[in-house]
């Protein structure tokens, strides 16, 4: 979009509002994402629109997908002690007497087409910040002889219901090495357990997500109806896949040659395009890291990612925004619109925030909308040139809607007030899909 129609585009932006009462919303008849003002409840889905819902809670990452069909899923579920880290801790919201995987629970059931039913899960990777873990938790109970916690997708799941999960290595969890049980406070053993339990008493399927896939992650519902609608797998355990299918193995060699005894987590991330039409959205949990090569250049792992993907519209930030989105992958995106899921006030670092904003790496406007921006972080940042693309709206803690037209050819990103179940709209932007 050229900076005359960015300016066109509806700019409605209020500070936090506090409605009493939770509306459910899913598939109201007058559902549409146009159009909305401040202070107005979020009409709801609408079948034929792509809808990616960032739901907000100051300890992890959670995002709640409707595609075209109803057909829905929950990638990622997080939940840790962020607020023990202090000073560098974000507002918990609504409050911290709930933890996070029922907060998103909540937030599922009032936004699914399908109430507590969900279609699919997937952890984009074994962090706890993604997935929950053992060592922070709402409850636990003994099930088969063991402690089982109720923690992210396991607290999730006292409430829904998924059919099917993708994930990186289960039930091997060897792939590309050894993921030992007790990884960050104990996700891989507390994922493994969770699969397992869902896989006996309510017959979930668990596939492993596979790398240049077109059609693994697909509609359940009416995909015919929607047949410019598609999903490409481009990473995960540290592989990319190019658009023709080819894959990459970026650490085959470096294990080989260094036998180390672990990889960064993060850039064994699952990542997908997802095409509507024209639209193109891309998502990569917390990909990224930096290593050598054989010959001893230092790379960034997004970098090379950036080689084998294509523009998009709107790009969920690497890692929450601390130290990623490296130029070669900024450049290759081109976002009009970036989304960053933040739980910490070490997330969107100024060294990402100068990436995002480099106009040598493309030309054209460029807003983020982050989860939550404290004020403690605006005042450090006070009068840095990036400042200007942080949506306002997002500072005192939002979800974040992206609702896609059936077309393709438009887009909007509405925030929402996540102080409170209201489902009130704090501001509403409309953008056209750019030519690509």
């Known amino acids: 979009m050229d900076r005359r129609n960015f300016i066109k585009a509806s700019l409605v932006s209020a500070g936090a509002l506090t409605v009493s009462g939770v509306t459910a919303c899913a598939g109201s008849p007058s559902s549409s994402a146009k159009s909305l003002s401040p202070g107005q409840k979020w009409p709801g889905w609408k079948k034929g629109h792509l ?22 899923m929950l990638l990622d579920c997080g939940d840790h002690n962020a607020i023990g880290r202090g000073d560098l801790a974000v507002p918990v919201l609504p409050h911290s007497g709930r933890h996070s995987g029922e907060w998103i629970a909540r937030y599922v059931e009032r936004v699914n087409p399908q109430g507590k039913d969900v279609d699919y899960m997937m952890l984009s990777h074994y962090h706890s910040d ?6 922070f938790y709402a409850g636990e109970e003994i099930w088969e002889g063991q402690p089982y916690h109720f923690s992210g997708f396991s607290q999730a799941a006292q409430t829904l219901t998924f059919g099917k999960a993708f994930d ?12 030992p049980d007790s990884f960050d406070g104990g996700c891989p053993a507390h994922m493994k357990q969770f699969y397992l339990r869902m896989e006996k008493e309510r017959g979930m399927k668990i596939d492993k997500f596979q790398v240049g896939a077109v059609d693994q992650v697909k509609m359940l519902r009416d995909a015919a109806s929607y047949p410019k609608f598609s999903i490409r797998n481009i990473c995960g355990n540290g592989r990319i896949a190019a658009p023709d299918g080819t894959v990459r193995d970026l650490y085959k060699d470096w294990i080989e040659r260094e036998h180390p005894t672990s990889i960064n987590e993060n850039a064994l991330s699952l990542g997908m395009i997802i095409s509507y039409g024209p639209f193109r959205f891309y998502t990569a949990g917390d990909f990224s890291n930096g290593f050598k090569l054989a010959d001893g250049t230092k790379v960034e792992a997004e970098d090379l990612l950036g ?8 790009a969920k930030v690497n890692h929450h925004g601390h130290h990623s989105m490296y130029p070669g992958l900024v450049k290759a995106l081109r976002a009009q619109v970036y989304v960053s899921c933040v739980w910490d006030q070490l997330h969107n670092l100024p060294d990402t925030l100068e990436r995002l ?8 406007d460029r807003v983020l909308f982050a989860g939550v921006y404290p004020p403690e972080r605006r005042a450090r940042d006070d009068g840095q040139p990036w400042q200007d693309i942080i949506d306002h709206s997002c500072y005192d803690g939002s979800h974040i809607v992206l609702d896609v037209e059936p077309s393709g050819k438009k887009f909007s990103v509405t925030t929402l007030s996540a102080s409170d179940e209201s489902m009130t709209v704090r501001s509403h932007k409309e953008f056209v899909t750019a030519d690509k």
């Open 168 to 179: 990186r290595c289960y039930p091997e969890m060897n792939d590309p090495l050894e993921l």
């Open 51 to 72: 809808q990616v819902h960032f739901i907000y809670t100051g300890v992890g990452e959670s995002a709640f997908y409707i595609f075209p069909d109803g057909t829905t």
């Open 357 to 364: 904003t480099d106009r040598s790496s493309y030309d054209g």
């Open 307 to 314: 080689e084998v993907c294509e523009p998009v519209d709107v």
């Open 130 to 135: 993604h997935g929950g873990g053992q060592s």
